[in-house]
């Protein structure tokens, strides 16, 4: 979770705002230099408002991407718990631009699916596609919790990773 914020938390010494840029700006010449795909795991930004100063900052640096990443949404994405307001999110804004896609089922070259399950959704079963030579590896990529008491709504719990039947599970939020 990057929680991208243009002012710094208290509890932080250094400039958080530039610190967390410079991070990004890491991860885009990191994945770039691989060959990547970027997945962000939800709370890209820390809240629903941001200084278009800051904004403008932060889609420079999504502009650097050679492939665009895939996000998934986290609940400080959109306001008020209301998936019909993500438009008019900074979230929205990059996505409207096409500097982010939404995850929702990604294959990579025949050896992994990843199903993606935003802040709202329920985790999918795990997608049934194979390969012709072997299965094909299934990742959950997801934003809640897991075997956490405090929030029941958005929580994974062992029983949920037997039935939905992924063989990795890649969570933020937690």
Known sequence: DVHL?????????DSYPTTILEKLDYIVDYVNK??????????????VNMPMNYFYRVVDIFKKFNKVPMI???NHDFPRNNED???RTPLGLLHNIGLIEYLQHYEVEG????DGAHYWQPIPKASQLTSTIKPMKKICVA???YEDSFAQDHNLHIKDIVELGYDYYVLGHD
Do not use: M, W, Y
Request: proline fraction near 6%; charge should be positive; include cysteine.
């Open 111 to 114: 050896k992994v699916v990843i």
């Open 5 to 13: 914020q243009e002012q710094s938390p208290r509890s932080r010494k």
């Open 72 to 74: 998934i949404v986290g």
């Open 34 to 47: 691989n060959n990547g795909t970027c997945i962000f795991l939800g709370d890209l930004f820390n809240a």
């Open 143 to 145: 934003h809640c919790f």
């Open 85 to 87: 307001l993500l438009p």
